[in-house]
């Protein structure tokens, strides 16, 4: 299936707490995808606000988002990237820009410090 939006985390995470923007992501959940290295990042942090086990993939299985898989060539591609671990992005945030761009898709992301980021601020849609 063809997606045109890649998820951060902090998107799934303001639709799932229906904070400000939550609107938006809801808009473009039929034409997005997630990076698995991000689902992750969604469930550690449900988690830490005591959703039940299983109870985070559960809840993130109901918006069938596909996750897509990191393998050898997005760590490959992920190289170009490593330079903004030294700005704070997190691997997480590396990933899923990473994704972004090997798919050729935008990035949805309430991380505004992405705008800054010039390789890729025109892909970046935030949220808020």
Request: proline share 3%; with cysteine.
């Amino acid at each position: 299936m063809a997606y045109e939006y890649t998820l951060d985390a902090s998107a799934v995470l303001a639709l799932f707490t229906n904070e400000p923007g939550a609107d938006v992501v809801a808009g473009v959940l039929d034409r997005s995808a997630i990076s698995a290295v991000n689902l992750t990042e969604v469930i550690t942090v449900l988690r830490r606000k005591r959703v039940p086990a299983g109870g985070a993939m559960a809840r993130f299985q109901l918006l069938q988002i596909p996750v897509r898989a990191w393998d050898e060539d997005l760590s490959s591609a992920s190289e170009q990237y490593a330079h903004l671990a030294d700005q704070g992005l997190s691997l997480g945030d590396r990933a899923c820009i990473t994704e972004a761009s090997v798919s050729g898709t935008s990035i949805v992301t309430a991380d505004r410090a992405w705008k800054a980021i010039p390789e890729i601020s025109d892909r970046v849609i935030l949220i808020r």
